[in-house]
Every structure is written in C-alpha cells, then in structure tokens.
Nanobody
Framework: VQLQASGGGLVQAGGSLRLSCEVSGRTVNTYTMGWFRQAPGKEREFVSLISWTGGTTYYADSVKGRFTISRDTPKNTVYLQMNTLKPEDTAVYYC??????????????????WGQGTQVTVSS
C-alpha cells in the first residue's frame, strides 16, 4: 500500500486548506484511514480517522468542529478539510492506513502504512 499526501501550504489564520491522501495498491475502503500531525519539537499526534465503511469518524478535541475527514472510494482518496485554521495547527500532516478497527485506531502505533507528509503553515 502506498499513500501520497498533498494539499499543504501556507495560509493565514482563519483560512482553509484541504489535504488529500491518494491510496494505491489497495482500495481505500479496506482500511481505517487516519491523519496525524507533528509540529517541530513535538510528538506525532492524532488528528482524525475514518473507518473502512466511512460510517465512523473521530477527531482530536483540538480540531473538532473545524476539520472534516471524508473519503472518495472511486478515487481511492481520503480528504481532510481544515477550516478556521489556527497558528497552532502548523505541522507536517501525515496520512496513514491500518487494518485496526476505527474504535481502536487513534494511536499512531496501530498504523502500518504512512504517506510522506505535507507541510501546513498557519500564519498569525
């Protein structure tokens, strides 16, 4: 399974970005898909995930109400729509895939496959 993340960039506080994660090698609806982020000097942290059915989503408290995860099965792509961005959202964002069920997949240690990361920078 290969994951290709894209869509990062520089945006002002309050702005929006949409990250994409294109999956190849397997169909996206056979995996729980997650987004994580890592800011300089900090550990990688969970942002959001979507189950292989698409029927279950989870969000970190810090992004709840601002970020939305979704999946386009025909395009084999997972998205992270990020609205009302804050400077503290600045990080490298990674998409990841796991066969672990969604209810147990909020830890990065559960994920077997990772994309290369895309930089998101939010200026104040």
């Amino acid at each position: 399974v290969q994951l290709q993340a894209s869509g990062g960039g520089l945006v002002q506080a309050g702005g929006s970005l949409r990250l994409s994660c294109e999956v190849s090698g397997r169909t996206v609806n056979t995996y729980t898909m997650g987004w994580f982020r890592q800011a300089p000097g900090k550990e990688r942290e969970f942002v959001s995930l979507i189950s292989w059915t698409g029927g279950t989503t989870y969000y970190a408290d810090s992004v709840k109400g601002r970020f939305t995860i979704s999946r386009d099965t025909p395009k084999n792509t997972v998205y992270l729509q990020m609205n009302t961005l804050k400077p503290e959202d600045t990080a490298v964002y990674y998409c990841a895939a796991t066969r672990t069920i969604a209810t147990m997949a909020a830890s990065s240690s559960q994920y077997n496959y990772w994309g290369q990361g895309t930089q998101v920078t939010v200026s104040s």
